[in-house]
């Protein structure tokens, strides 16, 4: 669920991405008096080394044009490179390294307005010993009071950082394109601390390149989902909006074909209280509303409420499902064991006192109960935690509002068609009750198959199904609920 | 029962589908207010444009949050002078009308304030005025609107716009643009109480610094030197990052005759932020205390500022004309001037033009100019000098003793290249 939730997340980027003009191609994402840094960390076991890029935009260049003359490119480059040897600090445990300057590169390259730009590159050294443990401390004081790009990144051989607020790899490869992400703030990394241990290990990827699981209900899913939002994102028109819900129907039916929709759980409950096909239709329709609810609740909480993660409340919601489908195995356990006792009132009374019993207990618990043995197969379970029960399981399966139903409401509200949104979304309920209300019909069918013949094994089975079931159901409530625990923390 | 179940379930469904409509109509209500306001706080600032990056990496339909992180984005490079923020600007106001090309006031609003800040005011005055047929309660349309009209030269519109934001919107941006507008009229002590409700309606640094700034240049103008002082240093203690306060604290140096402290102030200013303005402003001083090579090395960098600026889609011809009279080409000046003049009268533009034909040997037609810059009351040393200079070559010996007094009574130490060449021409004019 998280996972496809941060799927979604990421597609949606891309979309924004490629629907873009392509920007304007300038050198510097600064503008034309920036100056622009990068420094490359090596990490060693017994030295540090920086690489370092300084990429100066049009009018620094012009600025600095005497000062190159004065003194040549090369001596320049010499002392540019000691400005910033003394700016760049980098401390192991405290120790700050003492930098070998090597000047490595002056050149001129073609900028705006038939101007220049200067791209000025050291090499910094230092000894250390990383071969234990330590803690690296960078901090880049180069022409601090400059608008410009800063970047660190940092690499370790034979030592590995761990966990590092850096990447390993530069962004702009090395200052020379720079991302145009309209949803990016120019970098502006100027320190950064961390641990280093021995060993090889390349900095860990972060977790949300993690791909979409593999298999082929899933990919299915995802991409009928990028065409919805597609959709929801183009121009409005009767046909698409037909297609759209089609679409929502189709999609629903299959987000609930997913496993995690409590299926297993409705198939052991209506086996366990030998259910009808009215029951697995009363879960269709509570799995309805209660997801066409939540998404629009949680919409609306998100939309509303900007800072509130999407992830967590689909975490805690998950938690909220789990236990509910747990506390209706609870209640069916409860149930099948106090069946398992004799001597309960009731039996005493319709066995013994026939129709005279009226007179020794109120009129209406009587009634009721007359009424209830008279029309049901099993004479305990009481029609309305019978209902609740079922409610419950409905509830529970339609609790965790589908990320991509969320995210194609999100995103008809941001297009200001709300109403488009909704109906979306009711769409995309119907479309998982009537999966769940297939399979739930499909496994009464096959129940009903089995005890046409009756056989002596499986009628031994079935006195047992009852309370073997309901611990089935608190067992999967369980697991929902754990698993939605860790996946939240 | 089965047909009151279905009663029960049409009833949460029309409930459901309400709730989807208030949800609409919160949404809806949104639009009024989501663009931001022209003065919004820098800190604040950082973190509604983190917070709409965020957002939108989600809701990439979202065409509300896209304006406001359009122009939030504009509020950013006026804020730290970074122009790369122009292009995502505009990447992402555009996106916000892809998304919804009608009734998407807000995403033409922060396209209007993009344009004021490129320069293009027609461009902006046009779209403020749609932005405004969607929603005429827009007090920031209105704001985009008094900026275009002021740069424009047409003083009316410009006032009625801004007492429009006032009505709508009372607070820091419209007392901002409030006080501008009364400075255009001369009105130089109501400009200044205005001024400071704007100040006691900021609250961060960079709104403090950009009021305290701008309470200054008020001081300054009249040639209240401490008062100028003052304000620049209050505002420098607030947020030293707001560049501009370093041009007045150097100026209001040179003035107290600390001219070391006001080079090295302009060399700082310039280094971090080389605006063909401030460059100009630099080249003058240090041409002023004979540093001829120093001031042609910060002309050339001016040069280079202006083509950059025109190669990156803009005009500023205005700049081009104020350079050309600092490199003593009058003839190039006056061309320049009269195609910004052919776009805007503004009383800047007049004055230079006037300025400009002056030097060109152009007086009669020189003084014409001048004389428009002062047309709406405006009382500025310079303007005032120009027309009086203009007024002496003509032989208009009265009038030039009354205007160039009148300049040294504003502000005796104007500029550091022409306020002597005024003090010069009246005793010789007999008058001080």
Redesign the interface.
Known sequence: MRRLWLGL?GL??V??VL???A??A?A???????VNQALALDLHPTRVRVAAVVDLA???T??ER?AVAAESGVGYNARACDALAHDVAVRVNGHRLGWTVRPTGFEYRPG????QTTRITCALEANTDLAVPSTVDVANGYRA???GWRELTATGHGVHPVDPPIPARSVSDGLRTYP?D?????LDQRSARFRVEPGDGIAAIGPATQANRGDPVSGWVAGADRVLERL??GRLTPLVGLLAVVLALALGAGHAALPGHGKTVMAAYLAGRQGRPRDALVVG?TVT?TH??GV??L??L???A??LA?EVVLGWLGIASGILVAAVGVAMLAAALRRRTPGHHHHNHDNHHGPSHDHHHGPSHDHHHSHDHSHDHHPHSAGRGRRLGLIGMGVAGGLVPSPSAL?VL???????Q??F??LLV?AYGVGMAGTLTAAGLLLIRLRDRFSARPRRTLTRLARLAPASSAALVLCVGLGLASRAAIGLG | MVRR?IAV?GL??LL??G??????L???SDNVDAAPAAAAPVDRLAAG???A?Q???????????WAA?GSAYVERARI?????YY??AE??L??SL???SDGNAAALVGLGALANARHEFAAARDLARRALRIDPYSATAYGVLADAQTQLGDPGAATSAVQRMLDLRPGLAAYARASYDLEQHGRLAEAESLMRRALEAAVDPADIAFCRYQLGELAWQTGRLDAASAEYSAGRATDRSYLPLLAGQARVADALGRTGEALAGYAELT????TPGYLIEYAELLRAVGQRAGAD?QL??AA??L??F???GGTDDLGAAQLALAQDRPAYAVRAARREWSRRHFADVADVLGWALHQAGSDAQGLLYARRASALGARNAGYLFHLGMIELALGKTGDARRDLSAALALNRHFSPRYAPVAEAALSQLGAR
């Open positions: 997340a949606g980027i979309g924004v629907a873009l003009p920007a304007p300038s510097h994402p600064l503008g034309n008096f920036s049009e009018l620094p012009l600025q005497a705006n307005a038939g101007l009071d400059r608008i145009t309209l949803l990016g703030s120019p929801v994102g329709a509303l066409t609810g629009l609740v919409g609306l998100l939309t509303t900007a800072g999407g995210v999100l995103g008809a509200i941001g297009l200001g709300t109403a949104g909704v009711i | 179940r379930v949460a469904a459901l589908t709730g989807g409509g208030v949800v609409g919160h949404h809806g444009i983190a917070r990056q957002r939108l990496r989600v809701v990439p339909g979202d065409y509300v949050t992180l730290s002078a970074d122009p790369s292009p995502k990447g992402a555009r996106r892809t998304v919804r280094v971090r932020y080389p090395e050339a960098l280079a500022a083509g950059l025109a190669a990156n």
